[in-house]
């Protein structure tokens, strides 16, 4: 379509500023953004639309024209909801830079301008799936009449052929058309995906995955909901989605290409309702937070809690009980190739935030509402998410003497158990199904570490379970690993002492106790080590650990007095047994 086609649809409300002897160039595609740089985003013959989020003063108005006339779009439109009229210095750079200039009226949505434009390009050059523009509208709708994302997938499907899924960055299935994709090959795409971005490669990424070949185009979060202008790849990388095409798209043509990026277009204005639809529970999340952290009244605290309960747990009867969640996401070099390049810190701590609440969707759940329970606020540079649980009724008590209890027996034949349902978070559980894909984007410059307190039943609880949930990172973070987590109950053993050990101490201590030990066996192949870690497992009982061995008692005291002529040490007095301990666990 050309651009003089625009101001000939009156319900657009778009009015020319400049540019009028520029008005046959092509419009291949639309964009809205408010990065100060969107360059990277950008093929070409895009009609960008703009906020102008990203205007401090004057003098940002001609860089931003000189970006996009170099990256060859075909022309901008200007929100007037932001500032009222257009900057006079925003008109003078596109008229040096012959770029057409549009007003549009703040009662039009970018979404109206969006689905126009996407409408005549794809019918232009792909009539065949003209129809996913036309039910455009139905993916900003959350009635029961609203089909989101499912509805151009379905279409995908049944108009080109196309099977497609929409994923997290973890690999979750956001939507899909037809069977779910299976979550260990979800993951792995997005793994694919997050390394592919890493590298600052332009999308759509071919991944070979379990024999079939998949096309991974990027969904960038850059409306009017997105967070400020990112200007580090390492900024976004973890939170944006990406639409999985099981096709290779190297060899398909340029217009069905461009009909895959109007797809992710309007597929991201999912994403923003999406991301507007947090912004209360992360409200929520601030509020009880800075109490905690202000030392507030536990009576001040329970109330704010109380107006949470409902918004994140609808329905439920009782006040929860509930845990804390502290991540953090550390950078360690000024960046990757192909990064944007800008020098500066990266704020991690929203980075953390849109992590944790991605890692903390319950996996039984899919879809892009399925965060309900999740309130996540970021200080400094971790984030800290409340997260409500649900109670579990009582097991009813046993009758004492009566094995054939129906009850009971229902209970056994289930399976059911307490631990199954504890509806409690573990900390080892959160990562399992998503360290594949979060080790990929973090590459060799990042790392995630989280920490996960016990469940409190009440404000008073609350400030104790944040600093547990803060030491229990701060385990994780001793660890080697790009994404560590580490539970409260790892808090009331040595092995929290374990990792804060300076690595020449831990170094100097193992080697005097243990260097002897394991020099002797070198030469003699006796096998002292595992002796005296079987011994020590037996709490030094000789009949169980010579049984664990396979030895006669009278080979296992030899063995015993070999360890103890060859460090000095005494096996049966207390302090040495814990050194000994020490050292086999810190080696």
């Known amino acids: 379509m050309r651009l003089r086609a625009l101001l000939d649809t009156d319900a657009l409300g778009l009015r020319l500023l400049g540019g009028e002897d520029e008005l046959d160039r ?36 001609e860089p931003f024209v000189r970006i996009l006339a170099g990256a060859g779009v075909a022309g901008l439109a200007a929100g007037e909801a932001e500032l009222g009229d257009i900057p006079a210095d925003l008109v003078e750079a596109c008229v040096q830079h012959r770029l057409p200039l549009f007003a549009v009226n703040e009662t039009v949505a970018f979404a109206t301008i969006t689905e126009h434009v996407v409408r005549q390009v794809s019918g232009e050059r792909a009539g065949d799936l003209a129809a996913v523009v036309d039910r455009h509208r139905r993916l900003m709708t959350s009635g029961p009449a609203g089909g989101g994302p499912e509805v151009v997938l379905d279409l995908l499907t049944s108009d080109l052929d196309l099977r497609a899924w929409v994923l997290s960055p973890t690999g979750r299935q956001i939507a899909g058309a037809g069977a779910p994709l299976p979550a260990p090959l979800g993951a792995a795409l997005a793994g694919h995906h997050l390394a592919a971005t890493r590298t600052g490669r332009r999308g759509p990424y071919r991944a070979a995955v379990a024999g079939s070949t998949y096309s991974l185009f990027p ?59 947090r912004t209360v529970r992360r409200r929520l999340a601030q509020e009880v937070l800075e109490l905690v952290q202000a030392g507030a009244a536990p009576a001040e605290i329970a109330a704010r809690l109380r107006v949470a309960a409902p918004v994140l747990l609808p329905g439920l009867g009782v006040a929860p009980q509930w845990q804390v969640v502290v991540a953090r996401v550390d950078w360690t070099a000024a960046g990757t190739a192909g990064a944007a390049g800008v020098p500066g810190d990266i704020a991690g701590g929203p980075v953390a935030q849109a992590l944790l609440e991605e890692i903390l969707v319950d996996p039984a759940v ?19 998410a409340l997260v409500p649980l649900a109670a579990v009724p009582a097991p009813l008590p046993e009758t004492v003497g009566d094995p054939t209890d129906n009850a009971t027996v229902r209970e056994k034949e289930a399976g059911e158990s307490p631990a199954a349902q504890d509806p409690a978070l573990h900390a ?25 307190s016990a469940a409190v039943h009440s404000a008073e609880g609350l400030r104790g379970a944040l600093e547990e949930a803060r030491h229990a990172r701060r385990v994780a973070a001793a660890r080697p690993g790009r994404v560590c987590a580490a539970g409260h ?17 831990r170094r100097a201590f193992t080697a005097r106790l243990l260097d002897p030990l394991r020099d002797y066996d070198r030469r003699h192949r006796a096998e002292l080590i595992e002796t005296l870690e079987a011994f020590l497992d037996c709490d030094g009982s000789w009949t169980r650990c010579a049984a664990r061995l396979h030895l006669h008692v009278n080979t296992l005291r030899y063995r015993v007095g070999r360890i103890e002529q060859l460090t000095g040490r005494d096996l049966s007095r207390l302090e040495d047994k814990l050194d000994f301990f020490l050292a086999l666990r810190m080696s």
């Open 26 to 61: 092509t419009v291949r595609g639309v964009m809205t953004t408010d990065l100060r740089d969107p360059s990277r985003y950008l093929s070409g013959g895009e009609l960008v639309l703009t906020g102008l989020a990203w205007r401090r003063d004057a003098s940002d108005s």
């Open 219 to 277: 969904i960038r979060n850059a409306g009017r909901g997105a967070v400020p202008a990112a200007r580090d790849v390492r900024e976004s990388v973890l939170s944006d989605w990406l639409l999985a095409v099981e096709a290779d798209a190297s060899d398909w043509p340029a217009a069905r290409l461009d009909l895959l990026q109007g797809v992710t277009q309007l597929i991201a204005v999912e994403r923003d309702r999406r991301d507007a639809a």
């Open 366 to 384: 899919s879809g892009p509402d399925s965060a309900d329970r999740i309130a996540v606020a970021h200080t400094g540079e971790e984030a800290i």
């Open 428 to 452: 080892d559980a959160l990562l399992a199904a998503v360290r594949e894909p979060l080790s990929a984007g973090l590459a060799d410059d990042g790392r995630l570490t989280l920490g996960v």
């Open 489 to 505: 109950h790892e808090l009331a053993s040595h092995v929290l002492l374990l990792p804060f050990v300076p690595d020449d101490v």
